[in-house]
């Protein structure tokens, strides 16, 4: 996770927080490190490409649930959008029996909460 948000910084031209909660390296199982890390790509690129932020907050929270938030201060979203890069985030959420939820206002930024249970 910290490399691909080291990378992020050279696209954004700053860094974007990363924050750990919990006992991430014994919850995230290596069934689940796979999608986990595709989710935080895909998030980071969306921000990169599409949110003009100055600011990008990501946190992975280790618990009962698994939960990857993306966090952005950008512009927002103004009405339906089309959900490539959204709708495999959503994929591979369901296919571990979680969700995907999307909050974003016009400039105010977006929140993604990829959201699993725990392998």
Known sequence: MTRLV?????????????????????LVSAESAPD???VLAEG??????????????VVLEAGERIVLTVSDDGRGMDGPVAESGL???RTRAEKRGGRL?????PG??????WDVPRD
């Open 6 to 26: 080291e990378r992020a910084a050279a696209t954004l031209k700053f860094r974007p927080s990363l924050r750990f909660e919990g006992p991430v390296r014994t």
């Open 36 to 38: 986990l890390l595709a």
């Open 44 to 57: 980071l690129s969306n921000a990169s490409r599409h949110a003009e932020a100055s600011a990008v907050e």
């Open 87 to 89: 709708a495999n985030i």
């Open 101 to 105: 939820v999307v909050e974003s206002a």
């Open 108 to 113: 105010e930024g977006t929140s993604l909460a």
